[in-house]
């Protein structure tokens, strides 16, 4: 018992250097995505990409080899520029299985989902999925540098939620994107009174926490909304990032023509950071507990002790 209440009392950190997972477990989307009842633009935005890189891992898991993802209408076209090189495409053809694009003229294979192929240059165009809306097919696409397969990850309807849709936090997996002041559960899971507190200029960060139960809270935030939107980006694409992707928080500093990316606790086993001093409070309380949990121990071996039988003396008659 004294071995549980202590062990309450301690923080779980959860590494970041292993995200997408738990999120994403058999081929499912397993936990939450939540913004604020009242959330900016930005942050449903930001919502939505960190959705987009979980529905197709291929994005999040390797952004250098893919670009532009994009949905396209039946019989619509549209110009992309990647690498100084124009791609004018059409969606020739598409049914709820396939699909077939003309890309500067040329007409590719009919796709399935999941299944790209390569244009003259040796970009790949791939088909990632396909919807179907008020009697309107539109396929969503987009290129590669390499031919390639798509995996989509099944993501059950809920997934994404506002805050107050959310009734305990701490039982599901969940990542939690704005600001505190807008997103309540923040400082819920934060277990700060203050929405404003802890927030520097011009940084987004990436705090993870986990649970005794084992869920994980991932909180996308930043002091402005281009400072969540770089957070955003930065978990969207996780593979980019990978490298500096370590310990439970990471900030990320807008440098201009990049984000920097700079882990702020590299431990994965603890939520607060190593110092050489004693944590004396975190000691006064453990050992408070103990004599607590003795002294009741004794009191109810005293309560419960088996009472001596007396003797009583025999009477002369």
Known sequence: MIITIISLNSAIAYDLSTYPSPFLKDG?????????????????????????????????????????????????????????????????????NSAQLIVNGQTTKVLSIGSSDTLADGTAIALADIFFDNGVYSATIFFAKRKITVTKTKVETGGAKLASEVKDIKSVNSILIGHACDNELISKVKEVDDCASGYESNTGFIEAYEF????????????????????????????????????????????????????????????????????????????????FILLIMVLIGLIFRKKPKTRRKAHKV
Do not use: C, M
């Not at 993802?69 to 049914?95: A, F, M, P, R, S």
């Not at 935030?221 to 980006?233: E, L, M, P, V």
């Open 28 to 96: 499912k989307f397993n936990g939450v995505i939540v913004v604020g009842n009242k959330a900016p633009a930005n942050d449903v935005i930001a919502l939505t990409n960190i959705v987009r890189s979980l529905l197709y891992p291929i994005l999040g898991a390797n952004p250098e080899t893919v670009s532009t993802l994009d949905t396209l209408l039946e019989k619509q076209t549209k110009t992309y520029t990647i690498g100084g090189v124009d791609y004018e495409v059409t969606l020739n053809y598409i049914n709820s």
């Open 212 to 291: 005794p139960n084992n869920k994980v809270s991932i909180i996308v935030t930043g002091d402005t909304q281009k400072d969540i939107s770089n957070a955003a980006r930065v978990l969207s694409f996780y593979g980019h990032y990978k490298n500096n992707l370590k310990g439970n928080k990471i900030n990320i500093v807008d440098a201009g023509n990049e984000l920097k990316v700079i882990p702020v606790s590299k431990s994965p086993t603890s939520t607060k950071p190593k110092t050489n001093e004693t944590d004396f409070t975190e000691t006064y309380f453990k050992l408070g507990v103990f004599f």
